[in-house]
């Protein structure tokens, strides 16, 4: 049997993510664990695809440096194709200070990532693919917006299926949300966490939320920390809880749970099980330092 053929739009991004083990001395050194390694939001949910079975390609901008090959290593050794557009400019990078609840402040640099063009795009959506996933990171920057737009567009006239993240919170409020909708018109399924949801929508509850989006978005997946996830698809509904582990770091949950999601869905799983999956991939995530 074919396997289902994403690709999936997004970031290119070095993480350096640090929990300090005491209170922060701001003019000396402070006890932490650090892990260096391949971010990028989209790059954590086309892993999370493939580990589920889901031929993945991999689009996004990187400059040509150590930080653009740390990248590519992870993702190929993952099993996804790299389709990368060099550019003149220093590859991306975030810096994610983690709190002792497992929450975290992220300093970023998107670096070459606002360099990526439609052309480039348009050349990997000319092969063969089933379903194109565009981060919400790559429709929040004000240089990439239209590359998002028309990247959707360009899918859906190939017949293929799409879905679009939000990713930020910050950076939503920063562009409004008829920015982000109006760029994202017609894309099949929106995944947000709550707090996005509730921006995005402008409603003071996740019911009000999900009612709002859904009549925009044929499917509307919310992701609520402890409190599990939500999934609605027209007027049906779905709930799942939290799977119950101690929380390192929440950096990466988020995007690991839309690729489990996302993964089941495509692979003909309904929304009660493909919730399930998401769960089970972000308490894995959030088990551990860094995504």
């Given amino acids: 049997m074919t396997s289902t053929r994403a690709v999936v739009v997004g970031d290119v991004m070095l993480d350096v993510v640090t929990r300090p083990s005491t209170t922060i001395a701001p003019t000396s050194d402070t006890p932490a664990r650090a892990r260096v390694g391949r971010g990028g939001s989209g790059a954590n949910l086309a892993v999370a695809l ?32 790299v389709r990368l557009e060099e550019v003149d400019a220093p590859t991306g990078v975030v810096v994610a200070i983690v709190a002792p609840d497992g929450q975290r402040a992220m300093m970023t640099d998107r670096g070459a990532n606002p360099r990526l063009s439609i052309e480039h ?13 565009v981060s919400g990171y790559t429709v929040l920057d004000d240089d990439t917006r239209a590359v998002a737009r028309d990247a ?5 006239a190939r017949g293929s299926s799409t879905s679009v993240d939000v990713c930020s919170v910050a950076p939503l409020r920063a562009v409004g949300p008829a920015s982000f909708l109006g760029a994202t ?14 921006a995005l929508s402008g409603r003071a509850d ?15 997946v919310v ?6 996830a939500s999934a609605r698809r027209h007027d049906r509904e779905w709930r799942v809880g ?5 929380v390192i770091d929440t950096t990466g949950a988020g995007d690991a749970a839309t690729g489990a999601y996302l993964a089941a869905s495509l692979t003909g799983r309904d929304p009660e099980e493909a919730l399930s999956a998401a769960m089970a991939a972000a308490a ?3 088990a551990e330092l860094g995504s």
């Fill in 185 to 198: 018109a017609g894309a099949d399924s929106l995944f947000a966490n709550e707090e996005e949801a509730l």
């Fill in 50 to 81: 493939a580990g589920a079975g889901v031929e993945v390609t991999y689009v996004g901008a990187a400059g040509r440096d150590a930080a653009a090959a740390i990248f590519i290593d992870d993702l190929v050794g993952h099993g996804l194709r």
């Fill in 206 to 220: 996740l019911d009000g939320a999900l009612h709002m989006l859904a009549a925009l978005f044929d499917e509307v």
């Fill in 242 to 246: 939290a799977a119950s582990v101690e």
């Fill in 152 to 156: 959707l567009s360009l899918a859906r």
């Fill in 223 to 228: 992701t609520r920390g402890a409190d599990g």
């Fill in 121 to 133: 795009v348009a050349a990997v959506l000319d092969e063969p693919f089933d379903h194109l996933h």
């Fill in 284 to 286: 894995k995530v959030v």
